[in-house]
């Protein structure tokens, strides 16, 4: 089989993500699949009939050890939480630094730091608090690198500690623990409080000193800036802690407790654990798609839940000697976790013609978790049978959880009773973000995002031109159907931002009734979304039985990687410019400048404008006595200035300046002398200062023209192409003659086809 065929012909960004991040040192198909695969002919033939994938870590890196490379076949851990003392901290950012190494995402919980203003026996007579220390982590993370991706890092509070408030005030700040999500544990104590509007009590103990820190606060207070942050800046995220404590096979186990939960908060682990990620397709278990005839092959699902179990546990014990740290290799042994879950959900319900949210729907997802979970845990007695129990198995224990006994039938009962389990902790659900991706479906229990996207091509005039990409299903069925606008798809064909998002929780409810672990989860919610109906969507989750759960408006300061919505655009240099033309810059420039102070010193910024549209022309950089490499200062400054001549918009630029991450110069300096500028390394310090500068001259444009009559904008002036020069009509690079014809070297275009 050829990735072309596995993939489809036509899924180009598929083929490029298997290519980009799974593939290795140019392994045809078959060869991946069977190192992936590990020998296990029957998981082979899953993922070769796209009904299961491994998480990430797995198809990337299993098999690899065996050629000498330090990786790690586990996506998640959990290091152990610091302790309140210098050194704990900094070697759980030793840890974290370890395991991002060999390719591990990590969480970490901060609830046992001591509070702002606590005192201590050391020069500083007082501590900074628990908040100060999570920049220190974000840096760790950023620095260590994974093969082109930057480590996933999880921080997490408990809503009774006293620096509580300053943890969620910490990200309205953009340029601050920009490399970690947040999350807030939140108890039941606090939310029976949150409901009958009462107090309640953070209260933080210093075991060095038996020193007590607490205070009363209105708890509807507090749950209500949770919302509000959230609202705004798409974080923090809300842990319901009980329930993560209290629905697993665990919860009866007093030798076990969870430290903390992964970076996208599916996976609750205990200190040092770990967790290996496998998903099964849900739409590739329809048959008759699309027909009245269409069904779920229910007997098909569950003999593959038995053998992803089974492949999971056997990748678990190559997996084992690969950990990073000796507590991981012991946890993971203790324990035996494995996370099985789900993807194109979704798609699975279109194909059937079923509404996301609606009661049949539920319904069929009720069924197929049920027979998940007890064909899971089956399938570990089995294992369990051959293999043995994990060491911390008492039946007793496991058998009288609400969650075991909620999700199993009587056989099942049976099984466990007698052989044990192999694992103490079955099934989760992730993102699978990248996965669903290159499959073309549905990730995760999301419902799909939009029917289509805007994309944006050039055309041989120079004039920006947009067509719709059409989801890999709404295609599909558009295609089958002969359906010419999507205005006319079925009821069924459901979207984030069309579903009712009470229906959203309800899906997630449902599924969490049947998941031990959690679920990673984003309620999509639209702009015009205010504080009070977020705060009230946390209620209802909380209602639910939901573990966790997290909001994102669209159109919040916290960006999304996904809209469909498309908003005044910035004005660029020369709008309108064929392909390879810079627009030249005249004597009427409208010009500002600003001094910043980075790391290394000061450094002066100068910008010039178009005076008729505010549009960005150039950039000159120059360093102070002491601002770092002027050079490299100097070819900062062009490349802007060719970006913007060139007709890319400021605010792109912007973009890609503040995503260089941060620099430890700069870090050092903010936090000893506090006088930098806004940002955390020189280039975000330059996209701060232009956007302030590009926003001053809207502002004078815009008074300019509320006073004076408007005049028409002059053409601006280009350098172009010679014009014998023949151009590709698809991507606009030069033809050669060659052959009789007309040929692109670039593209293949030719023609005489």
Known sequence: MQVEEWLGQDNQLGMDIWKNKYQNNGESFDQWLDRISGGNKAIRELIAQKKFLFGGRILSNRGLENMGRKVSLSNCYVVNPPEDNI????????????????????GVDISGLAPHGAKINNAAK?????????????????????????????ISIDCSHPDVEEFID??????????????????????????????????????ATGQVIEREIKARDLFHHIAEVNWDYAEPGAL?????????????????????????????????????????????????????????????????????????????????????????????SLWRQIGLGIMGLADMLIKLGL????????????????????????????????????????????????????????????????????????????????????????????????????????????????????????EQ???????????????????AMTLDYHQRINMQSI?????????????????HFTVEETENLYLYAYEKGLKGITIFRDGCQRTGVLSTETGPKPPVAGDGLKRGEIVLVTDDVVGKKRKLITGCGSLHCIALFDPHTGALLETYLSKGSTGGCNNFMIGLSRMISISARGGIDIDTIIDQLNSTGSCPSYTVRRATQKDTSKGSCCPMAVGNALRDMYNEVQQELAAKKATNP??????????????????????????????????????GWSKCF
């Open 355 to 474: 509404v996301y949210g609606e009661e049949e729907a539920l319904e069929l997802c009720d069924r197929i978790g049920f027979i998940m979970a007890d064909t899971a845990i089956a399938a570990s007695a089995m294992l369990a049978k051959e293999q043995g129990a994990y060491p911390g198995f008492v039946a007793e224990q496991v058998i009288s959880t609400p969650y075991f006994e909620a999700n199993t039938s009587e056989a099942t009962v049976e099984l466990v009773k007698k052989y044990g389990l192999r694992n103490s902790q079955l099934l989760t659900i992730a993102p699978t973000g990248t996965l669903s991706t290159m499959l073309g479906i549905s990730g995760g229990i999301e419902p799909i995002y939009a029917n289509y996207y805007e994309r944006k091509t050039e055309s041989l005039h120079g004039t920006d031109v947009y067509y719709r990409v059409y989801t890999k299903i709404v």
């Open 240 to 332: 319901f802690w009980d329930r993560v404590k209290g629905w697993n096979l665990l919860s009866n186990t007093p030798e076990f407790s969870f430290a903390g939960v992964n970076p996208c908060a599916e996976e609750p682990l205990p200190a040092g654990g770990s967790c290996l990620l496998g998903s099964l397709n849900l739409s590739g278990f329809v048959k008759d798609p699309f027909t009245p005839q269409a069904s779920f092959d229910f007997e098909g699902f569950r003999k593959a839940v038995t053998v992803a179990v089974g492949a999971l546990n056997e990748v678990l014990e190559e997996g084992l000697p690969l950990h990073p740290l000796p507590e991981q290799r012991e946890r993971v």
């Open 710 to 747: 408007p005049t028409k904008i002059p053409k601006p002036k280009a350098v172009s192409r010679p014009k014998d020069r023949m151009i590709c009509p698809e991507c606009g690079e030069p033809l050669v003659f060659e052959g009789g014809c007309n040929i692109c070297k670039s593209c």
């Open 170 to 207: 910490l990200k309205t700040d953009l340029n601050k623990v920009t490399k970690a999500n947040i999350s807030v544990r939140i108890d039941e104590k606090f939310m029976e409080a949150v409901k009958e509007n009462g107090t309640y009590r953070l209260h933080y103990t210093r075991e």
């Open 511 to 527: 599924w969490q009734t049947h998941v031990d672990a959690s679920i990673s989860s984003t309620v999509n919610v639209p702009n």
């Open 87 to 106: 050194e704990s901290i900094f070697d759980c950012a030793k840890k974290l630094a370890r395991t991002y190494s060999y390719g591990g995402g990590c």
């Open 126 to 154: 007082e501590t900074s608090g628990a908040v100060s220390f999570m920049e220190l982590f974000s840096l760790v993370t950023e620095l260590i690198g994974q093969n082109g991706r930057r480590g996933a890092l999880m």
């Open 477 to 495: 069925y558009m295609r089958e159907f002969h359906v010419e606008d999507d205005r006319d798809l079925p009821e069924f064909f459901t979207t």
